[in-house]
C-alpha cells in the first residue's frame, strides 16, 4: 500500500523560508516523478512543479520559480520542497503526489499546511 | 501556460442523474488530460487518466472522452458519494496545470 507523508508545514513570517518533506513507501519511489501541487484556502489545486525519477528534470509554476526548490533523496525515499521568500499568497495545503506511470499521478499525501503571516 | 476551462462550475444534481462536466483547453493536449474527485479535507483522487482511461478501483459509472481541446468526464448515473468538486489537469506541457473545478451538490 503506497503512502506519502508530509511534513514541515507551520506558520512563518513573509520572507523567510521554510522546508516542507514527504516520506513515501510502499512503492518503487525511485522509479517515479514526484509532484508538489497546493491549495489555497477555498481554491482550486495548482501544479507547484514536479521533479523527475532520478533528480535530472525539473519543472516549475511561473508564480514559484527562482523561489522554491524540489528535491530528492532516493536514498531516504523522500522527496522534498525548499521555499525561499515566502508570500502570504504561498499560504495553502501543500500536497506530494507521485506518478504510478508517465503522466499518471496516483499517490498523494494529506497534505501539510503552509501558512504565511505576520 | 495552457489555460484549461471547466463547465459548468457548480452543478447541482439529484441521485440518479446524469451529469457532464466539460473541460476546455486554451490549445491542443492531445489526449493528456486527467480528471480527479476532491472531498472536502481530502486529497485529489485520480479517477480517469488519458482522458479516458478509467483507473482501477474507480465505479464504472464514470467515463471520460475527448481529445486535442475538449473533453468531459460523465457520471451515468450519480451517487451520494459522488457529491464532491471535480478538476481536470492537462499533462501536456510544462507547467502541469488544472481547470478550476466544478463543484457537484445535492439538489
Known amino acids: 500500500q503506497a503512502q506519502l507523508v508530509e511534513s514541515g508545514g507551520g506558520v512563518v513570517q513573509p520572507g523567510r523560508s521554510l522546508r516542507l518533506s514527504c516520506a513515501a513507501s510502499?512503492?518503487?519511489?525511485?522509479?517515479?516523478?514526484m509532484h508538489w501541487v497546493r491549495q489555497a484556502p477555498g481554491k482550486g489545486l495548482e501544479c507547484v512543479g514536479l521533479?523527475?525519477?532520478?533528480?535530472?528534470?525539473?519543472h516549475y509554476a511561473d508564480s514559484v520559480k527562482g523561489r522554491f526548490t524540489i528535491s530528492r533523496d532516493n536514498s531516504k525515499n523522500t522527496l522534498y520542497l525548499q521555499m525561499n521568500s515566502l508570500r502570504a499568497e504561498d499560504t495553502a495545503m501543500y500536497y506530494c503526489?507521485?506518478?504510478?506511470?508517465?503522466?499518471?499521478?496516483?499517490?498523494w499525501g494529506q497534505g501539510t499546511l503552509v501558512t504565511v503571516s505576520s | 501556460d495552457i489555460q484549461l476551462t471547466q463547465s459548468p462550475s457548480f452543478l447541482s444534481a439529484s441521485v440518479g442523474d446524469r451529469v457532464t462536466i466539460t473541460c476546455r483547453a486554451s490549445q491542443g493536449i492531445s489526449s493528456y488530460l486527467a480528471w480527479y474527485q476532491q472531498k472536502p479535507g481530502k486529497a485529489p483522487k485520480l479517477l480517469i487518466s488519458?482522458?479516458?482511461t478509467l483507473q482501477s478501483g474507480v465505479p464504472s459509472r464514470f467515463s471520460g472522452s475527448g481529445s486535442r481541446t475538449e473533453f468531459t468526464l460523465t457520471i451515468s448515473s450519480l451517487q451520494p458519494e459522488d457529491f464532491a468538486t471535480y478538476y481536470c489537469?492537462?499533462?501536456?506541457?510544462?507547467?502541469?496545470?488544472f481547470g478550476q473545478g466544478t463543484k457537484v451538490e445535492i439538489k
Open positions: 503526489a507521485g506518478e504510478v506511470g508517465a503522466k499518471i499521478i496516483d499517490h
Open positions: 488519458a482522458a479516458s
Open positions: 489537469q492537462q499533462l501536456n506541457s510544462f507547467p502541469w496545470t
Open positions: 510502499g512503492f518503487s519511489f525511485s522509479s517515479h516523478a
Open positions: 521533479i523527475s525519477y532520478d533528480g535530472s528534470e525539473k
